[in-house]
C-alpha cells in the first residue's frame, strides 16, 4: 500500500495507557507521516491528550467507548461481553477496511481471540503465529511461533516460514532471508516427524530467500538465519529462556560493576559505550508481537512499555502495511502450496 | 559410599586429551583425596604424564589399550568395533564393580548408546535422561533432559524429577530442592497432555522438597526452581539458547568495551570485578553433563574442555558417589511408585 493509510490503536489497553498509547502515537507520527490515526477508548481522556500535539490532532479520529478489555479477561469472556470494547472496536476497524492495521497493548490473549474470529486467516493458512524480532550477532532475526499454538504439523511449520520470510523481508528488510528450522541437531535424521517432514518440503519451494535447513538453540542468538522456525512450546520457551538470560547477564554486570570503588570508576568512564549498547538491546526496540496469518495487521505491544516502545510497536504495522506483507503471504503460498500438498502425502 | 572409591577415566576423549585428563585428575585429586584413578588409554603416553604428579600416580592405576572411539563415529559403530576402545573399558570397570564413576570427553552419542547397553537403567527408571546445571540469580539450578529424549510422557517426566531432585540434593547441596515443569505459561491448563498428567503426579508425590509447577523460559534464569525438568527436545534447544544469548552478550560487552579509549581504560578500572564474574559464569564450572537414570554414574564432559573443567567434571562424579546419588534415586522412586501408576492410568 502508498500513499495514505490508517491505523487503529486499542488507546485503553496497556499499563501506562491511555496517555503512553497517545504519546507512541506522536512519535510514530514522525517517523510515518503518512498514517492516520484511529484512537479507540475514552474520549474524554483521549482528546485532551491527543490536542497536546497539534501535528497528531490534525491526522487522528477519536472513536469514543466506555468499554474496556481488562488484564484478568479470559478470552472467551471478552470474545462475549467485549463487543463494545477499545480493543474489539480497533478490530473492527481492519474488519471494516477502515483502518489496515491494529495495534494494542492490551491483554494477549483477548487480543489473539478477537482478531482470529473478527479477521479470520488469509487463505491457505491453518492457524496463525505469534511472530517478533530480536538483536543477534549479525543484526535481527525474527522467530515463530512463539505460543500460538502449542503443537504443530509439518504443514503448519512450513506456513510459518513463509509467514516469516515476508516478515524478515518486509520489517527487517531482508532482501533474501535465510529460513531454519529450530531442532535438537543439525542432521537431516535429528527432531520429530514434522519437523523432518516440514524440512523436506521447505527444500522444494520457491520461496525468495533459501532454506537453511535445521538449526540449534545457540543459532538463534548467533544469528545463523533470518527466520527462526518452530512451533509454538518451543518457541515460547527459547524466547523466554533467551529473554531470561539476558536479564540475567545484565544484572550480572550491575553487580560487578557495583562491587567495588575501581569498577564504579571503570563504569563511569565506560558509560557512553555501554549506554550505546543499552540502546541497540534495548527491548523497547524489539516491542510488537506479530499476530501473523490473520486476514488484517494486528500487532500486540508489551503490556508495560512505554510511549518509544509502543511507537516501535506501531511502526511494525506501519512497515508491513508500507511493504504489503499480506499480499506477499497470500502470493509466496500461493507458489508453494502445489508443492505443499503432494509431499506431504507422499512422506 | 565413604571412604575409598575409584573414578574410571576415558584417557583418550576429549580433543586435548591424554595430558587434559591426567592434569584433570591431578587437580580432582587436591579436592578429591579419597579416589583412585582408573585410566583407560594408550599406556606408553599415559605413564609419564601420570608420572610426572607423584601424589596422583601414587592414586591411580593405568590401563592398556590401544582402541580409541573416535569423534565422528557413531554410536553404532562404537557399540559394535569399540568393545577394547578406552571409553568401553571406562564403562566396563563401572559395570564390574571395580569402579563406582566413570568420566569421559570422549563422543556424547557413543558415551550415552555404551553406558545404556552395559550399566543398564536403575530400577523403575524407564529412560535415562541427561542433566546438566548452570548459574541462576539465585545461585544454581539443574535442568533435564537435554537431548536424551526427544519425546517423553508423564512418567519419563517423574522420573525426571526425582533424577534431578537428587542432583540438586548430592552435587548442588540444596537440603529441600524446589521442582518445576518447563511449560509455556504458569496456568493449570497450559501445555502438553504429558506436563499436565505429570504435575498431577508431582503434587501426589513425597519428594524431598517441593514441587512448584510450572514455569516458564525465563524462570531458568532467575532461579525460580532448584530442578526444571522437561522434555529432551525442549530441554536441549533451553539450554542452547541459554548458551547462545551468554556468548553474544559477552561479545557485545568485548566490542562495548574495545570502542573507545575512554571504555578501553574503564575496562581496565574494573578488571577485577569483571574477572570475578568471569570465574563465576565460567563454562568450566559447569562442565559435567550427567546421564542420570543408569545403574552407575556416568558423567561427559565438554570435548573442548581444558583440566580445569575436566577436574570439574571429575567433581561431580564424585560429589555423586560420596551422597550415594543412586541409591537416593532408587530410595525416592521407590517412594513415588506407588503412587505414580494408578494416578496415571486415571487421569
Not at 517517523?31 to 490515526?37: D, G, L
Not at 536479564?247 to 544484572?251: R, W
Given at each position: 500500500?502508498t500513499?495514505?493509510?490508517?491505523i487503529?490503536?486499542d488507546a485503553?489497553?496497556g499499563?501506562?495507557a ?6 507512541g502515537?506522536n512519535i510514530?507520527r514522525q ?7 484511529l484512537?479507540?477508548?475514552d474520549?474524554?481522556?483521549l482528546k485532551p491528550?491527543?490536542d497536546k500535539?497539534?501535528a497528531?490532532?490534525?491526522?487522528s479520529?477519536?472513536h469514543?467507548?466506555d ?5 484478568e ?9 467485549g463487543r463494545s470494547?477499545?480493543m ?5 476497524a481492519?474488519?471494516s477496511?477502515?483502518?489496515a ?5 492490551g ?7 478477537m482478531?482470529k ?23 535481527e532475526?525474527?522467530?515463530l511461533?512463539?505460543?500460538?499454538n ?5 504443514d503448519n511449520l512450513?506456513q510459518?516460514a513463509?509467514m516469516g520470510?515476508?516478515?524478515a523481508?518486509t ?12 531442532n535438537?541437531g543439525s542432521?537431516?535424521?535429528k527432531?520429530?516427524?514434522?519437523l523432518?517432514?516440514?524440512?523436506a518440503?521447505?527444500?522444494?519451494f520457491?520461496?525468495?530467500g533459501?532454506f537453511?535447513g535445521f538449526?540449534?538453540?545457540d ?7 533470518d ?7 518451543t518457541g ?10 539476558a ?5 550480572f554486570?550491575?553487580?560487578?560493576f ?8 571503570g563504569?563511569?568512564?565506560a558509560?557512553p559505550?555501554?549506554?550505546a549498547?543499552r540502546l541497540?538491546?534495548?527491548?523497547r526496540?524489539?516491542n510488537?508481537a506479530?499476530f ?7 500487532i500486540?505491544s508489551h503490556?508495560?512499555t ?5 511507537s516501535?510497536?506501531i511502526?511494525?504495522a506501519?512497515d508491513?502495511?508500507?511493504h ?10 500461493g507458489?508453494?502450496?502445489?508443492v505443499s500438498?503432494?509431499q506431504?502425502a507422499?512422506?
Open positions: 500500500m500513499g495514505q493509510f490508517a487503529a490503536l485503553m489497553g499499563d501506562r491511555p496517555e503512553m498509547v497517545v504519546k502515537a510514530a517517523r510515518f507521516p503518512e498514517v492516520h490515526f484512537f479507540f477508548g474520549e474524554k481522556r491528550l491527543v500535539y497539534r497528531l490532532a490534525k491526522v479520529t477519536i469514543h467507548t468499554q474496556v478489555v481488562k488484564g479477561d479470559k478470552p472467551s469472556t471478552a470474545l462475549r461481553a470494547s477499545s474489539r472496536l480497533a478490530i473492527d481492519v474488519q477496511g477502515d483502518a492495521g491494529v495495534v494494542s497493548a491483554n494477549t490473549g483477548a487480543l489473539m481471540a482478531a474470529v473478527v479477521l479470520k486467516t488469509l487463505p491457505g493458512i491453518t492457524r496463525p503465529a505469534i511472530a517478533s524480532f530480536f538483536p543477534t550477532l549479525k543484526g532475526s525474527v522467530m511461533d512463539l505460543g500460538a502449542v503443537q504443530c504439523d509439518a512450513v510459518f513463509v520470510n515476508v516478515f523481508r520489517v527487517l528488510g531482508v532482501v533474501s532471508p535465510t529460513m531454519g528450522l529450530l535438537v542432521e537431516d535424521m527432531g520429530h516427524e514434522a523432518r517432514e516440514a524440512s518440503m521447505l527444500r522444494e520457491k520461496l525468495p533459501s537453511h538449526v540449534e538453540g543459532d538463534i542468538a548467533k544469528g545463523t538465519v527466520v527462526v522456525v518452530t512451533d509454538g512450546f515460547n520457551i527459547a524466547l523466554k529462556s533467551i529473554e531470561g538470560t536479564k540475567l547477564y545484565a544484572e554486570m550491575r553487580a560487578t557495583k562491587s567495588s570503588f575501581l569498577s564504579k570508576l563504569y563511569l568512564l558509560r559505550a555501554l549506554n549498547l541497540r538491546t534495548d527491548p526496540r524489539y510488537g506479530i501473523m496469518g490473520l486476514n488484517g495487521i494486528a500486540k503490556g508495560g512505554d510511549a518509544l516502545g509502543f516501535n510497536a511502526g511494525v506501519a508491513m502495511i508500507t504489503r506483507a499480506l499480499a506477499r503471504i497470500t502470493e509466496d503460498f507458489n508453494t502450496a502445489a500438498r503432494p506431504a507422499e512422506l
